[in-house]
Every structure is written in structure tokens, then in C-alpha cells.
């Protein structure tokens, strides 16, 4: 591997970056989908590759846009048909950010958490809080697994574009 070569170099960062983007889906502090897109636009602009780059980086773009696209409606509609107000989400999401300077990474999820189930506490009761937080986390779950898949699988077209580059 020749580290003066500029094609070496930028396939280098790009994995780097999508190695990055990867793991952003699981921690939540970075942009996982975008970085792993912004990857191989910069391996198809600045790569020494063939025109296959082109249609790498245009398949790549149509998995990030479905992938987001999918992300926000289908977990959105399995909390619509839960009854979660968007106000215990929201509450969530304030105690998780306080949580993360808190606590170091878990502590966004520790303070989501904390923060969805002290909000539907308040709105529901203490009976039916948990049950009522379960279902709003597992869509927030199944969010994360749709993008977690769509980050694996910008990273797989990138690596077939490697190999047939």
C-alpha cells in the first residue's frame, strides 16, 4: 500500500469515515447515516476510480434518502398508534442531552430514558408509565435499527465499488 498515492489515501479516509459513520448510528452524538454518504461522495469525487464511482455514489444516495426517509415514518407511526405525545418524547430528549454531559456517552441513553418515563409518570400514573415508555422505546429501537441498516448498507455498495474499481 502506497501512502504517497492520492487514490490510496482518500479510500483510506473514506473508510475511515464510513468506519465512523457506522458506529455514529450506535452512539448517538454523531451523524452515522450522513457520514457514511459524505464517505463515498468524497472516494467518488477525489478517488483515482473508474465511472463505476458515479453509480456507487448515486446508489449510496438512494439508500441514505430511503433509509431517512424510513427512519422518521415508520418508527413515527408506531408512536402515533401508541398514544406517546410528542411532549414525553420531547421531555426524553431534553433530560438525554442533560444526561450526556452528565454521564459521557450512556448518559443520553440513561437520560432519554429517564426523561420519557418521568414524563408519561406524570401524564399516566405510575401504573402505566413503563408499559406506556417500552412501546415508545422500542420505536425509537426500531429507528435505530433502520438506520443502523442503511449505514451497513451504504458500506457494502462502497465496498463492491472497491472491488469492481
Known amino acids: 500500500m502506497d501512502l504517497t498515492d492520492t487514490g490510496t489515501v482518500v479510500t483510506l479516509i473514506a473508510g475511515v469515515a464510513m468506519l465512523t459513520g457506522i458506529l455514529g448510528v450506535v452512539i448517538p452524538v454523531l ?9 463515498v461522495l468524497l ?23 430511503a433509509g431517512t426517509v424510513v427512519k422518521y ?4 407511526r408506531r408512536l402515533k398508534s401508541t398514544g ?3 411532549s414525553s418524547i ?12 452528565v454521564v459521557p456517552v450512556v448518559g ?8 420519557l418515563w418521568l414524563a408519561e409518570r406524570v401524564r ?13 422505546l422500542a420505536a425509537v429501537g426500531l429507528s435505530l435499527l433502520v438506520e ?3 449505514a451497513l448498507g451504504i458500506a457494502v455498495i462502497w465496498v463492491f465499488g472497491l472491488v469492481a474499481a
Open 73 to 76: 415514518l415508520w418508527p413515527g
Open 124 to 136: 399516566l400514573g405510575p401504573g402505566q408509565a413503563w408499559p406506556s415508555s417500552r412501546q415508545a
Open 90 to 101: 420531547f421531555a426524553g430528549g431534553v433530560l438525554g442531552i442533560v444526561g450526556f454531559f
Open 148 to 150: 443502523f441498516a442503511a
Open 43 to 65: 472516494w467518488a469525487i477525489l478517488g483515482e476510480v473508474g465511472g463505476g464511482r458515479w453509480v456507487v455514489l448515486a446508489l449510496a444516495t438512494v439508500v441514505a434518502i
Open 108 to 115: 443520553l441513553v440513561l437520560g432519554f430514558v429517564l426523561g
Open 84 to 86: 406517546v405525545p410528542t
Open 31 to 39: 451523524p452515522g447515516l450522513l457520514l457514511c454518504w459524505l464517505a
